[in-house]
């Protein structure tokens, strides 16, 4: 089964930068898809960022201009590059991933999430 191992959350002033990792662990045969999401106290889980196919990027509005996701393939992790942190950037970044597994099923997974907080 794959895992995905989440890092780079903290407490961070508005203005700052950040940088969160998603490492993939186990067993697969292809990535299709990764992306961020984000959910902060009495919300819903919302999309930050992902690619779409192809190298193809897309953000939500609040974050664009702002934020990077990027990916490195030889170590199977992605990352979102975060600056000019603000206060309504606050929530549990969580990275997902759609793959086919080695019996060739598509599957989807979710990290345990990781706490962003910006404040002064």
């Known amino acids: 089964q794959v895992q995905l191992v989440e890092s780079g959350g903290g407490l961070v002033q508005p203005g700052g930068s950040l940088r969160l990792s998603c490492a993939v662990s186990?067993?697969?045969?292809?990535?299709?898809?990764m992306g961020w999401y984000r959910q902060s106290p009495g919300k819903e889980r919302d999309l930050v960022a992902v690619f779409i196919s192809g190298g193809v990027t897309e953000y939500t509005d609040s974050v664009k201009g702002r934020f990077t996701i990027s990916k490195d393939n030889a170590k199977n992790t992605a990352y979102l590059q975060m600056s000019s942190l603000k206060p309504e950037d606050t929530a549990i970044y969580y990275c997902?991933?759609?793959?086919?597994?080695?019996?060739?099923?598509?599957?989807?997974?979710w990290g345990e999430g990781t706490l962003v907080t910006v404040s002064s």
């Open positions: 186990g067993r697969f045969f292809r990535i299709n898809r």
């Open positions: 997902n991933v759609d793959y086919i597994n080695q019996y060739f099923t598509d599957l989807e997974v």
